[in-house]
Structures are given as structure tokens and as C-alpha cells.
Nanobody, 118 residues
Framework: VQLQASGGGLVQPGGSLRLSCAAS????????MAWYRQAPEKQRELVAA???????NYADSVKGRFIISRDNAKNTVYLQMNSLKPEDTAVYYC?????????????WGQGTLVTVSS
């Protein structure tokens, strides 16, 4: 599975951005897709995830502001980020959990930088 992320950039506080992550390869084996982020000198953290059945979960810090969705026809997952705050500044990574045999493996896309600043 290959993941191609896009959509990062510079935005003012209160603004919005939409990240996209296109999956290719053995997409039928993907069980969950997610966005993680890593701010400078901090550990990578889960932002939002969506399963193949459409179940979503969010980090408490983004609930009510971010929305994760997927377009199965395009094998693409999106992260709509609204009401952005400076503390949302981080490199955002797309993640796919892929079932291979009886095990789940993590695949990662390249990071995309989101900077929230005035």
C-alpha cells in the first residue's frame, strides 16, 4: 500500500484546511485509515481515524473542529480541519492499517506540514 498525502500549508488561526490522502496498491486489505500528527519535540499522536465501515474516532483536542471522511471510489481519505489553532501546528501523517494474513501492519504516507499562525 502506498499513501500520498497533500493539502498542508500556512493558515491563520480560525481558518480551515483540508488534507487528502490517496491510497494505492492493495487497497482492499486496508482496514482503517487515520491521520496522525507530530509537533516539534512531541510524540506522534492520533488525530482521527475511520474504519472501512465508516466508524470514526477523534482526539479530544480536535473533536467538533475536525472531520475525517473517505471516498471509497477514489481510495482517498480526507481531514477537514476547521477553527484551526496555533497548537494544531504539526506535520500530519496519513496512516493505513493493512490486514496481511492475520496481522495488521501500519503503512505511512509522507508528512504534510500544517502551520497555524498569524
Amino acid at each position: 500500500v502506498q499513501l500520498q498525502a497533500s493539502g498542508g500549508g500556512l493558515v491563520q488561526p480560525g481558518g480551515s484546511l483540508r488534507l487528502s490522502c490517496a491510497a494505492s496498491g492493495s487497497v482492499f486489505s486496508i482496514r482503517r485509515m487515520a491521520w496522525y500528527r507530530q509537533a516539534p519535540e512531541k510524540q506522534r499522536e492520533l488525530v482521527a481515524a475511520i474504519t472501512t465501515s465508516g466508524t470514526t474516532n477523534y482526539a479530544d483536542s480536535v473533536k467538533g473542529r475536525f472531520i475525517i471522511s473517505r471516498d471509497n471510489a477514489k481510495n482517498t481519505v480526507y481531514l477537514q480541519m476547521n477553527s484551526l489553532k496555533p497548537e494544531d501546528t504539526a506535520v500530519y501523517y496519513c496512516n493505513a492499517q493493512v490486514l496481511q494474513g492475520i496481522n495488521l501492519y501500519d503503512y505511512w504516507g509522507q508528512g504534510t506540514l500544517v502551520t497555524v499562525s498569524s
